[in-house]
T-cell receptor, first 112, second 117 residues
Framework: RKEVEQDPGPFNVPEGATVAFNCTYSNSASQSFFWYRQDCRKEPKLLMSVYSSGNEDGRFTAQLNRASQYISLLIRDSKLSDSATYLCVVNPLGAAGNKLTFGGGTRVLVKP | DTGVSQNPRHKITKRGQNVTFRCDPISEHNRLYWYRQTLGQGPEFLTYFQNEAQLEKSRLLSDRFSAERPKGSFSTLEIQRTEQGDSAMYLC???????????????FGSGTRLTVV
């Protein structure tokens, strides 16, 4: 089983719609969680950290469910520029080590 | 210093040749990481340094791969006797030593795309 698993998609989303997707992680002791965004043939860029209480950043909302070991990302009012691959990222060791483990990514295509 | 810099951006090499990539991290960042990414996959961890010390190496890093960070600043990743399976994007990232959750994020360079023919 992979440490971090994601639905590869693609999720085809009409412009203005809401899209949500999850990822699951296998290490129950994982400490830190992130969503990164990666455009085609570009480097990953940090989108947002994911906190236990859930957090919002503009149109983006991230949730963490430790009991079920999954993280979610919701995008409201989708824009064409939201088309990208979204990488779920877990730091299994927290402060003891900063080695991030990446999922395979979920591809989102926002269409007019 | 505007970010993490990687050179070259692209490298095409013949099977069996040696290649070396360079990464210049953000100057205030103590930690430097190397990842490899193939098409349709997420980045896979290869190794990381804290200052000049190499603290961890993945099992993915065969003995043909070696990484150095001699002065705790830039790093090089060398692949000897390249194979077609080495074709990938090699990403370098840097970070501060984590003290808070907000510090855990990496800043990635643009990567070096290696094609072995």
């Amino acid at each position: 089983r992979k440490e971090v698993e994601q639905d590869p998609g693609p999720f085809n989303v009409p412009e203005g719609a809401t899209v949500a997707f999850n990822c699951t992680y296998s290490n129950s002791a994982s400490q830190s969680f992130f969503w990164y965004r990666q455009d085609c043939r570009k480097e990953p860029k940090l989108l947002m950290s994911v906190y236990s209480s859930g957090n919002e950043d503009g149109r983006f909302t991230a949730q963490l469910n430790r009991a079920s070991q999954y993280i979610s990302l919701l995008i409201r009012d989708s824009k064409l520029s939201d088309s990208a691959t979204y990488l779920c990222v877990v730091n299994p060791l927290g402060a003891a080590g900063n080695k991030l483990t990446f999922g395979g990514g979920t591809r989102v295509l926002v269409k007019p | 210093d505007t970010g993490v810099s990687q050179n070259p951006r692209h490298k095409i090499t013949k099977r069996g040749q040696n290649v070396t990539f360079r990464c210049d991290p953000i100057s205030e960042h103590n930690r430097l990481y190397w990842y490899r990414q193939t098409l349709g996959q997420g980045p896979e961890f290869l190794t990381y340094f804290q200052n000049e010390a190499q603290l961890e190496k993945s099992r993915l890093l065969s003995d043909r791969f070696s990484a150095e960070r001699p002065k705790g600043s830039f790093s090089t990743l060398e692949i000897q006797r390249t194979e077609q399976g080495d074709s990938a994007m090699y990403l370098c990232a840097s970070s501060v030593i984590p003290g808070q959750v907000e510090d855990y994020g990496y800043t990635f360079g643009s990567g070096t795309r290696l094609t072995v023919v």
